[in-house]
């Protein structure tokens, strides 16, 4: 294997590695738990969405709040830095798309965790180069095209793209549905 092709490796992860899904993996960082949920893994596995449940983003709110584990209530998970981004990306290698935490309110313009928190300027963040018809991050365009006048009260939520493409944020369309949800179980210990 030449130094390119090892570098490529190193960089990207295993090429054969398998998602891992509705399997809890603590985060020292966090101190939580994450979870790549899918109703139906092997189909998620294989990219198919026959017979799998799917989600828009609200729903997907919904059935992470109503997940447990060891005592704690799940949520959407929160990625305040690369090193968590890599950790979901490393430890769980989507490859479909899957839900997070964050949601973009059009009227107001401004991004939003689940837990309230609204990111500071210059905080992490791994927007795709298009998730905003060619902007890298929320600020550099005031309406894209899912923000029209009529969704102005509403959010759109964010989610990751799959590892095969590219594992950047996006946030697209009011009703957009997928099949995988990242969910965070804030425990404070392992």
């Given at each position: 294997m030449g130094f390119a092709a090892a570098f490529l490796l190193v960089a990207t992860g295993s090429a054969t590695a398998e998602p891992l899904y509705n399997k809890p993996v603590y985060n020292p960082e966090t101190k939580s738990y994450f979870e790549l949920f899918a109703t139906n893994p092997e189909a998620a596995r294989t990219r198919l969405s026959g017979g799998t449940a799917q989600w828009k983003?609200?729903?997907?709110?919904?059935?992470?709040?109503?997940?447990?584990?060891?005592?704690?209530r799940g949520r959407l998970a929160?990625?305040?830095?690369?090193?968590?981004h890599l950790f979901l990306r490393n430890t769980f290698e989507p490859n479909?798309?899957?839900?997070?935490?964050?949601?973009?309110?059009?009227?107001?313009?401004?991004?939003?965790?689940?837990?309230?928190a609204l990111p500071e300027p210059g905080a992490f963040a791994m927007w795709g180069p298009i998730w905003n018809q060619g902007a890298t991050s929320p600020d550099q365009k005031k309406d894209r095209a899912p923000c029209d006048s009529s969704l102005k009260s509403l959010h759109l939520g964010v989610h990751y793209w799959s590892?095969?493409?590219?594992?950047y944020w996006n946030a697209n369309g009011y009703n957009k549905e997928f099949s995988a949800i990242f969910i965070e179980y804030p425990t404070g210990k392992p």
């Open positions: 983003w609200r729903d997907a709110y919904r059935v992470a709040a109503g997940r447990s584990y060891n005592g704690v929160i990625v305040p830095s690369q090193s968590v479909i798309s899957a839900w997070i935490g964050l949601r973009y309110w059009c009227q107001f313009h401004k991004l939003q965790w689940v837990d309230g590892t095969r493409d590219g594992f």
